[in-house]
């Protein structure tokens, strides 16, 4: 076969490729690499093999070939076909010992140049060396080794900033904590034209910062407008106009407590694309907290009916349930997800949360303990725990279940808690305090409970005025509040302001008329502001 034959085969196989007929691929490609026996043309054809689904063939060509030893790409691509087959042991084995810090630094035993090799095509090419981490990495996840995984995916992300897919299992899988996070990006060295990338990292990892993250790292890139040509401002509009980016804005509204706001942003995102299966999991989130069942009920069949391999779709059947206070449909279906994927961190913790719901504390805690130990930076697991504790009356259990987010304002507001059972007004005062300068202004209704707890604690530490103000900001959130008009008819009360102590009574009793506290307490005020009347008129008279 002449060359010019050979090239223009070759020139075939790649046509077929990227037209998705990988049947063809394969019969031109076994030709060329018969005819040369090239290693160029016997990887050609290890990649259609693998293209095609011939895992088990192109491994044992790629093996036999006795290259994969020498040359990176041939190790890659056979360790790839052992993940496909999942023999992950045999995975690791191929590609070779290497040992890595905590840091994500690598060292090879076998050569020490070997694992820092530089990109060896144009700049658009992915580091060979960072692919060979990220897969060692999915290997050690897949084996249940959380910290080895998590150090190699370290090692992928520091090895070449474009392997996306490493920082995505490390946010995704809640690998790391917050300072972790941040700890590693800044570690991390991106090329002089990759700012716009650092920028888009930074919003990706957790936000429980006071001040908007999303809005602040972009802002960063409007102030490089005087340095920045036409084309580069046009790549930085889209980018703040990107479904991705919208989508980590979103889940910032939902750490916020602002779930309208985050509900009409998904809603749009959804509109834009339909299938963005970040966008749909924050909109499941905000329908839950705002009670929109009918959505949620819309969206799971949709789900189900498009995705029926992915546990995202059964957590949102799940959801629904939830939704509907039908917990043991919704615990059967949370269990379905994290039997389709153990990974997915949302759908332990609804599974755990159906279980409390029930007051089943023991099965809940067992479940919240896993998923503390499979998503070690994940806090909510611990802070459920810890909330646990408090149902049962174990407030010291309660305290000492500290958490991995020492920034996210429910946490303070559950030590606030704690220390309010525990007689420790003046602790539970700082607590509160701590909560409500975390949240961004305005309030949303998710903290009118804070700002009551708030309330009760001046109350109790006889500070009536303060205590008063803190009900009517709690009213101005919610008026379906029973302890909130409650709270605040005592306060009255206690300041010996029986009309407005009996006007709040009758608020509550009208929510809730079986209410014992309120009855009593409204019988009570009621013959105070009947003694303090004929007090006053025999003075008037006396006078």
Request: proline share 3%; charged share 25%; aromatic share 12%.
């Amino acid at each position: 076969m002449r060359e010019q034959e050979t090239e223009k085969l070759r020139a075939v196989v790649r046509d077929c490729v990227t037209k998705h007929l990988y049947s063809s691929a394969i019969f031109f490609a076994d030709k060329v690499a018969a005819f040369t026996k090239e290693p160029a043309d016997i990887y050609m054809l290890a990649q259609a093999l693998f293209l095609g689904r011939h895992y088990r063939r192109a491994f044992h060509l790629l093996h036999s070939s006795k290259i994969v030893d020498r040359d990176l790409r041939f190790r890659y691509l056979a360790a790839k076909c052992l993940e496909e087959l999942k023999d992950w042991h045999q995975c690791l084995n191929i590609l070779g010992d290497a040992n890595v810090d905590e840091h994500g630094n690598v060292y090879d035993r076998n050569d020490s140049n070997l694992m820092y090799l530089d990109k060896g095509g144009e700049d658009h090419e992915i580091n060979i060396a960072s692919a060979i981490c990220f897969l060692r990495g999915k290997a050690f996840e897949a084996l249940e080794n959380c910290v080895q995984a998590r150090k190699w995916y370290k090692a992928a992300i520091r090895a070449d900033p474009l392997c996306y897919e490493a920082l995505e299992c490390l946010i995704d899988n809640h690998m790391l904590t917050c300072e972790e996070e941040a700890s590693l990006l800044s570690s991390i060295q991106f090329g002089p034209q990759d700012g716009w990338l650092s920028s888009f990292y930074s919003c990706l990892i957790k936000k429980y910062d006071k001040e908007n993250v999303v809005e602040a790292n972009f802002g960063e890139l409007e102030k490089e407008r005087s340095t920045s040509t036409t084309s580069d401002l046009s790549f930085i509009h889209t980018l703040k106009t990107n479904t991705d980016l919208l989508a980590c804005k979103a889940e910032y509204y939902h750490q916020c407590g602002e779930y309208q706001k985050c509900f009409e942003l998904t809603s749009f995102l959804l509109e834009k694309d339909t299938f963005h299966l970040k966008s749909t999991l924050v909109h499941l989130a905000a329908a839950m907290e705002l009670g929109n069942s009918n959505e949620l009920y819309l969206l799971a069949c949709n789900l189900v009916k498009d995705y029926p391999q992915k546990a995202l779709s059964w957590f949102s059947v799940g959801c629904y349930y939830y939704c509907i206070k039908k917990y043991d449909q919704s615990r059967r279906y949370f269990s379905k997800a994290t039997n389709v994927d153990g990974n997915f961190p949302p759908a332990w913790i609804g599974y755990g949360n159906a279980y409390s719901a029930q007051d089943e504390g023991d099965q809940a805690m067992s479940i919240y303990r896993t998923a503390a130990r499979l998503f070690p930076g994940c806090h909510l697991p611990t802070l459920y725990i810890g909330m646990e504790y408090m149902r049962t009356h174990s407030y010291k259990l309660a305290d000492q279940a500290k958490t991995i987010c020492p920034s996210d304002p429910l946490v303070y507001n559950e030590l606030g808690v704690v220390a309010y059972q525990m007689k420790d007004y003046k602790k539970a005062l700082w607590w509160f305090q701590k909560t409500l300068a975390q949240i961004p202004s305005p309030l949303g209704e998710m903290w009118e409970p804070t700002i009551v707890n708030l309330a009760h604690v001046y109350r109790k530490l006889k500070m009536y005025n303060e205590a008063i103000s803190y009900y009517e900001k709690a009213l101005a959130l919610s008026t379906r509040s029973v302890s909130t008009y409650a709270g605040l008819a005592y306060a009255y009360h206690l300041q010996d302001n029986f009309t407005a102590a009996i006007t709040y009574y009758h608020k509550a009793l009208w929510i809730k008329p079986d209410d014992q506290f309120c009855t009593e307490m409204l019988s009570l005020a009621l013959a105070d502001e009947c003694h303090n009347n004929i007090d006053t008129e025999r003075i008037k008279a006396y006078v």
